[in-house]
Structure formats: structure tokens, C-alpha cells
């Protein structure tokens, strides 16, 4: 019966697909859950600047991204304010290592099985061209309604490389060990698109909400077919590399970044935070 229904769906969205030329906008909010471990048993600072900090920390991991599609392409991007409030003159202020401003654009293009990822990397611009990512997605009979869609579960296991790494009196220690990360998505045949938030795709439907433990992405309005017209164009600016250099290049800026910090002054990291790092 699970086979039935999942061969049934399957024929839908590409007889559906076929048929007719989709273009919308989907909305989503997302959210994840901090590593950042601030204080100890040493800390010098205050109870106020902990609380400032990870207020600060709070509100940078909860974004709005806008997914804009059409049949077999999408561009999903930080919705950025340009009103958003300016910090205060005396506000203390929190860098995040890999936090390109909202700038990032995430092309994909289904048909093809590609994608081009425009980002940076503490300023210098990066253009990330390789194929899309081949999730074992596992498909399952049990529903649920998000908004005015009925969802079906899907999820896929992944085995992946974390590494914490720690401040400890000035000097950085690195654990690395292997977890395996299951991530359930909530996808809509209501909206006959194999597409979603992120880099996730590949479902008989969109993708509404996706969880992998630690991120959370919800959509919260989609617009089909909108009077305006949809243009998507994949990005072009950055210098070329493939997903494995990027990565790459990643983690040994990161390294040298978290490095720099145990010398720096003001905020003694080394002696008041801990940081942890998970994963990407």
C-alpha cells in the first residue's frame, strides 16, 4: 500500500509538472538552536553583558528567507530590512564567523541538478558551482496540516564529521567525532513543485517545514502564480570553486578566525566564553 501510494504521487507531481508553469513565492522563517556557550566559573563578565549577548545571539538565529520559484528553478535569499534598527553607540558588539549580512543566493535549478551558491567569506566573495545534493529521502503515509496545506512526512539519516571546539585559557582545543543527523521535512502536493527551503529539493511537493535537530525552516505564506512577473536569474559574481574547495577554504578561515580571537583584547575569550562549533 506505502509503494501504491508512493508511486501514485509521483506520476501526479510529474504529470502535474508537465502540465502547467508554476511561478510563486514562499515565505519562510527560520530558526536554530545556539551552541554558543558564554560564562564560567572565571568569567569576568557581568550578568548584564551575558544577557545582552545571548539576546543578541537569539535574534541572529531567527531569519526570513524568500524562496521565489517556478517549475524547475528557485533563488532563496535572506528577506533583509533595510530599516532595521542600528546598534546603540555603546552596544557591545557580536561577530559571527560565516554570517555574509543577508547577502547569499541560493540558486537551483531541478532539471539540471545544479546549483550556484553566491556567498563570502569575511568580505571576499565566493561563487559555489557544483550539482545539487542527492537526498535518500524515505516517504511516509503520516500527515499533517501546516497553514491551509496538507503535508506529508519525509526524512533522510546522515552521517557527518562535528567538531567542538573550545577556549580554554586562551588556547583552542578541537574534538572531532562522527553523529549521524536525521532531518524530517513536511512537504504540500497542494503546491506541485519538487522544491524547498535551502538547499533541500526532491519531494512530490514543496517543502513547508524542514528539521534537522538544530535548524528549523517553517514556511508561513506562500503566493502562486503572483501579477507581478517572476524573473530568476542564477547568480554570476564570485570566484568559481566547487563545494569541496569551498568547504575547504571554509574551515581554514574559521580556524584562523577563532585563532585570532584567544590574542585579541576586550571581551577575554580565553577567560569569560566558550565557544562551541557544530557543523554547518
Known sequence: MKIKLITMMVLFLSFTMMSQNFTGKAIYKTSRKSDFKIGGENSTMSENQVKEIEARLQKMNQKTYILTFSTYESIYKEDVKLNDPKPRAN??????????????????????????????????????KDSLPIYDWQLSSETKNIGLYTCFKASFSKDVENTTATFVNGELKEVK?????VTTAWYTMQVPISNGPSTFYGLPGLILEINDGTKMMVCTEIVMNPSEKITIEEPEKGKIVNQADFDKISEEKSKEMMESFSGRGGVDIGNGINIKVIGN
Open 177 to 181: 567525532k562522527m553523529e549521524t543527523i
Open 91 to 128: 552596544a557591545m558588539n557580536v561577530m559571527v564567523f560565516g554570517d555574509s549580512g543577508g547577502t547569499d543566493v541560493y540558486y537551483k535549478n531541478i532539471k539540471e541538478k545544479r546549483f550556484a551558491n553566491k556567498t563570502a567569506i569575511m568580505g571576499k566573495p565566493f561563487l559555489v
